[in-house]
């Protein structure tokens, strides 16, 4: 029985609820209406067979919402529901049901219908269309009530025309000459409405493409972009592009028709190297719009079609004579840079190059090097080098031509000496018969007179010289650079006898950078900084193009620019051109990313404030506003290529000459020379394209690598990957400690369009707005080295500085003194520098750091304790460091 009795309890639940169930019913559904437009209306509906039921209404099978019903209990197992309607629209026409709900079984009343009276309503109204002139046109229109019927009347701009006509009604217009609207009106027993207001637009030829542009120009293609004129309002169908090969006559035209859109479309088919102008034309159904104006291009050089033309050799005496036309202007496809002169013998696998400016060269057969060697020559461009000539061998027949003339030439040589000592030692057995005197002298003494000194005859030499002929020093004639050029570096050369090249300071795949003294006229030494261009160098091209961007740094002046002192040249042997070495100012504290990466990863760890990291970003932000005025695009921006003078200034630097190169900062993509892709903009990187814009790019880099103290950018993405990684969106994560103001500037230069990056002259506004904002009473502590004589970046410095360089890290602890000897390391000269800036105080030592007085009032205005250290160590031994516990 305590089994069964649970068993028995839920049967007995389970038939009360069937009973409660099937005894669930309706005993009042609602009616039908018919309401007038804006009035009230209710539906009732009444159900039985429950205590707890759940009432709710459904018009045309979806629910409403229980906002406007009302429940009421009519007994204890008697509902009925309300559902009210304030004010009646169209809208609320259709056919409403009640529903029950209990214990999972659902009932509906039979549905009432809601008709809705009032003015008619459109079904269907006119539509705006455009049509041809004095073409037939229709026009549509439809209304229904309650209450029918319904008329319909058309009007135009006013005017009625015709009707009233039965409801649905289609006008037709037998033409138009120009633009007109139409409406409709629809009236029955509770009034009249009206349609929405047709315009019918005449249809017209088209207009003009607006701002037609050259996007992108290759060798053989070119990709223009423009935005669509007015359509006339007829679609348009396509569009025709027209080309002329001469921008000034435009005699030669060709065309070519595309579909539209896009309105962006790559012509290819054109040749290279050539001035082209183009223009476009679009049509519609109607017909075509007029031109644009003429858009004037020039398509990219590209590797010469064809060989040097008549390439001979010849041997003669003792040399070989190589010579050889100019390819046709036609098949240069560019301007000729250089001639390559390939050589080497069969079977060898390496082959000898010259790259040559002339026509022939003249090689001396001396040690037989080329003998049974094959020459072949190629013309090059900025694009690259044509195909090569045939090849025509030096062969033996030539070299035996050779031996026999120098054979023939050394017997008559013999002969000739032979005849003359003959002839010499007749003469000498004469003069030995007519001696009257014979000494150990010889026959120096003269003959002299009865009662004479017997004398010795001397002849003096014209001129003697014991330390050998003075070299020549090289001039840019021997270089075979342009005329222009030469006279524009004319006044900044430096003759090579005034250098005295020191130590190695850095060494990159274009070149090195070596430490200096450059004697002057008057006999003063000065410490500078030379760039020596690659050893290896043997085109003319080359060295052109490291001397042009020498001749752009000579007319810098700028306080955050590095400035050009001069050019010299290296001489090497008389057959290889003279090297080029660019004559720099000495930044004794190095660049920007070396110094940064030293204030955290040196020895002696150093503090570098942010006012101080702002104050590095505007240094740089105003050198290249100062570069972007004057025209001149960087390409290579990083704190790698940025330098700090004397002052802790940093000056912008490394303009293509021979740049330090990172072998993990560049990327070789291909064929294509070196790139530093985490630093260049996105366009850069798919297109090859610099402006000024992609400097701005390349600065927010820089901005990131000054915040982060010289960290890699991308950490963990590797160079190849990078284009993909930017192409996604992605861009370089705010550093940690990094403000958000600060953050939002390096961001904003990473914009994927270049039209929306910041000018430079924005973004000094923007730094010294942060900088302003900044505490400035924060100290940074750095050490600047010893004295104050190196230059700046523009050369303008004191001149005569400390022979010994030296960098914040490097600086040597005190040996005694002040303070009982518990200085942390020697103190140096850096408030002189902040007075000199109008009491900048961003630039004091490292508490850890010691300066070593330097004599100026300025840092005796800047640091009273300092100036009062500086008046004991005077007092003091010299030489001596002066220690100051701080």
Not at 354 to 359: H, M, R, S, V, Y
Request: charged fraction near 20%; aromatic fraction near 8%.
């Amino acid at each position: 029985m305590k089994k069964s009795g649970p068993l028995w309890l839920i049967l007995w639940v389970t038939l009360v609820c069937a009973h409660v169930s099937l005894g669930l019913r309706f005993t009042q559904s609602p009616v039908n209406l018919t309401v007038t437009h804006g009035n009230p209306a209710r539906l009732e509906c009444s159900v039985e067979g429950g205590s707890e039921l759940e009432i709710s209404w459904e018009k045309n099978g979806k629910k409403l919402s229980s906002i406007d019903q009302t429940d009421l209990s009519v007994d204890q197992n008697h509902w009925k529901s309300l559902y009210h309607m304030k004010s009646v629209q169209q809208a609320d026409a259709g056919m409403y049901v009640c529903v029950s709900e209990a214990a999972g079984v659902t009932v509906s009343s039979e549905p009432a219908w809601i008709t809705v009276e009032g003015v008619p309503h459109f079904v269907t109204e006119p539509q705006d269309v455009a049509v041809l002139p004095g073409v037939t046109f229709n026009l549509s229109c439809r209304a229904v009530g309650p209450p029918d019927p319904v008329q319909l009347v058309w009007w135009q701009k006013g005017v009625q025309l015709g009707g009233p006509h039965p409801s649905p009604y289609t006008l037709t217009v037998p033409g138009l000459t120009q633009s007109s609207e139409f409406y409709c009106e629809a009236k029955n027993q509770k009034g009249v409405s009206t349609s929405r207001t047709a315009t019918v637009n005449i249809k017209a030829l088209p207009g003009p493409p607006q701002e037609l542009q050259v996007t992108r120009v290759q060798e053989d293609n070119v990709t223009l972009s423009w935005r669509p004129g007015p359509d006339g309002h007829s679609p348009l169908r396509d569009c025709t592009i027209q080309f002329a090969e001469n921008s000034g006559k435009r005699e030669e035209l060709f065309e070519r028709q595309v579909s539209v859109p896009p309105h962006e479309q790559t012509i290819g088919g054109l040749r290279c190297f050539s001035n082209y102008s183009t223009r476009i034309v679009c049509s519609n159904e109607v017909g075509s719009s007029p031109f644009t104006d003429w858009v004037d291009f020039e398509t990219l050089e590209s590797v010469p079609g064809a060989a040097p033309l008549n390439f001979s050799l010849e041997v003669t005496g003792g040399s070989l004579l190589l010579s050889w036309g100019a390819p046709f202007r036609g098949e240069l496809n560019g301007v000729l840079q250089e001639y390559r002169v390939e050589w080497g013998r069969p079977g060898e696998v390496k082959q000898d190059t010259l790259l040559l400016t002339q026509t022939r060269v003249n090689l001396s057969l001396a040690g037989g090097q080329f003998y049974n060697a094959s020459f072949r020559v190629s013309a090059c461009n900025s694009a690259g080098c044509g195909p090569w000539s045939q090849a025509l061998l030096v062969g033996p027949q030539e070299g035996v031509s050779v031996a026999v003339t120098r054979s023939r030439l050394w017997v008559l040589l013999i002969l000739a000496v032979l005849l003359a000592a003959v002839v010499l030692g007749g003469l000498a057995l004469l003069l030995l018969l007519r001696r009257k005197k014979e000494t150990q002298f010889g026959a120096v003494f003269e003959p002299v007179l009865l009662g004479a000194e017997p004398a010795v005859s001397y002849r003096a030499a014209r001129s003697f010289n014991r330390q050998g002929p003075e070299p020549s020093d090289s001039t840019l004639d021997c270089l075979g650079i342009s005329d222009e050029l030469k006279e524009k570096l004319q006044d900044v050369l430096i003759q090579e006898r005034w250098l005295s090249l020191g130590r190695l300071l850095g060494k990159g795949e274009f070149g090195s950078v070596r430490e200096a003294n450059l004697k002057r006229e008057d006999g003063s030494v000065k410490r500078v900084a030379v760039k020596v261009l690659q050893s290896d160098v043997n085109s003319s091209a080359d060295i052109e193009q490291c001397l042009r961007e020498a001749a752009h740094m000579k007319d810098f002046d700028h306080p955050n620019v590095i400035k050009l002192i001069g050019v010299s040249l290296q001489s090497r042997t008389p057959q290889r051109l003279p090297v080029p070495m660019v004559i720099l100012p000495f930044m004794k504290h190095g660049d920007l990313h070396h110094y940064l990466l030293m204030s955290r990863l040196g020895a002696a760890p150093f503090t570098l404030s942010l006012p101080t990291l702002v104050q590095f970003m505007l240094d740089i932000a105003r050198g290249m506003d100062y570069l972007s005025h004057k025209n001149f695009i960087h390409r290579d921006l990083a704190a790698r290529n940025c330098m700090l003078g004397e002052d802790m200034s940093v000056c912008v630097a490394d303009f293509g000459l021979s740049k330090r190169i990172y072998s993990g900062d560049y990327y070789r993509q291909g064929s294509a020379s070196k790139l530093p892709v985490k630093w260049i903009g996105l366009e850069s990187l798919a297109d090859n394209v610099y402006t000024t814009q992609s400097d701005v790019w390349s600065f927010g880099v820089t901005m990131w690598e000054i915040v982060t103290l010289g960290q890699t950018p991308y950490p963990g993405v590797e160079n190849c990957e990078v284009y993909e990684y930017l192409l996604k969106g992605s861009r370089l994560k705010q550093p940690p400690g990094c403000l958000d103001e600060v953050f939002e500037i390096m961001h904003s230069c990473w914009n994927a369009n270049p039209k929306g990056r910041p000018s430079f002259h924005s973004l000094i506004g923007q730094l010294e707005e942060v900088w302003a904002g900044l505490d400035s009473k924060e100290l940074l502590y750095v050490n600047l080295g010893e004295g104050q004589g190196e230059e700046s970046c523009g050369g303008q410095g004191a001149e005569g500085g400390a022979e010994g360089g030296g960098v914040p890290w490097q600086c040597e602890k005190g040996e005694g003194g002040g303070a009982e000897g518990q200085g942390v390391s020697c103190l140096k000269d850096s408030l002189g520098a902040a007075a000199a800036t109008g009491g900048d105080y961003r630039y004091i030592m490292d508490p850890r750091g010691s300066l070593e007085d330097d004599g100026q009032s300025g840092a005796s205005r800047a640091c009273p304790l300092l100036q009062e250290a500086a008046e004991k160590g005077r007092e003091e031994e010299e030489g001596e460091d002066t220690i100051i516990n701080m």
